[in-house]
């Protein structure tokens, strides 16, 4: 082998060598962000409480982004009845580390105030839930509650004031009142008072959608 022909197959190595050592690299930088699924976190209101769960907002939600959106995301329900924020701040690690979410949904906190916790107690679980979604990466839509007009206008006007706060200081949209056009209508509300029937759930979702689109 004379020493031109050794060179340019030394070269060629090089050349082969680099390319291979690029290949990672480049495929690193064109990867896109594959996380798409969005979590909600919620109690009765979203955990399809004494209806069907297919009738439920959060099931009809898979329905509409799989009709709306390009590459639907999947839809996680993590919602339990009866669950207050101190409960779900408990399982909300384990639930980011599963489903590594590009969209938290959190719609807690009308179990805390049924037991009596202030809003600030009920302020505090939020903010840590937040923040945690955030850290992990996820954008986070947060769905108020109101309760009925017995606990007085202060507590809910208190009530409202939480979620307002937590909204402006963590920049997160904000659906003041998950139920709206809903609450007030007996023929959309179950014989409690507190769940809304079936046939209100698409107007629950409606109230949702326009502010999660965007995040999706």
């Known amino acids: ?14 050349w082969l060598l680099a390319g291979l050592l690029l290949m990672p ?4 930088a064109k990867a896109p962000d594959t996380r798409a699924a969005v979590l909600v976190v919620g109690d009765s209101l979203s955990a399809a409480h004494n209806i069907p769960a297919a009738s439920g907002w959060v099931n009809l939600l898979q329905q509409r982004v799989k009709q709306q959106i390009k590459a639907p995301p999947a839809i996680i329900n993590a919602s339990i009845s009866g669950e207050t924020t101190a409960g ?3 399982r909300l690690p384990g639930l980011l580390e599963k489903h590594r979410p590009s969209v938290v949904v959190i719609e807690l906190g009308g179990n805390d105030a049924l037991r009596g916790l202030t809003p600030a107690q009920l302020q505090g679980n939020l903010e840590k839930m937040i923040v945690a979604s955030q850290k992990a990466g996820a954008k ?8 009925p007009p017995n606990y007085g206008p202060a507590y809910r006007q208190r009530l409202r004031q939480t979620y307002a706060a937590l909204a402006k200081q963590y920049d997160v949209p904000l659906l003041p009142f998950l139920l709206e056009g809903v609450a007030l209508k007996p023929n959309l509300m179950q014989a409690d008072g507190l769940h809304p029937t ?6 629950v979702l409606d109230n949702v959608w326009p502010l999660l689109k965007p995040l999706l």
């Not at 082998?1 to 090089?14: F, L």
């Not at 690299?25 to 690193?28: G, R, S």
């Not at 079936?198 to 107007?203: C, E």
């Open 88 to 90: 779900a701040l408990t």
């Open 25 to 28: 690299m480049l495929a690193c």
């Open 140 to 147: 986070v839509l947060l769905l108020g509650i109101d309760v």
């Open 198 to 203: 079936a046939a209100a759930q698409p107007q």
């Open 1 to 14: 082998m004379n020493q031109a022909s050794g060179m340019g197959r030394v070269a060629s190595m090089g």
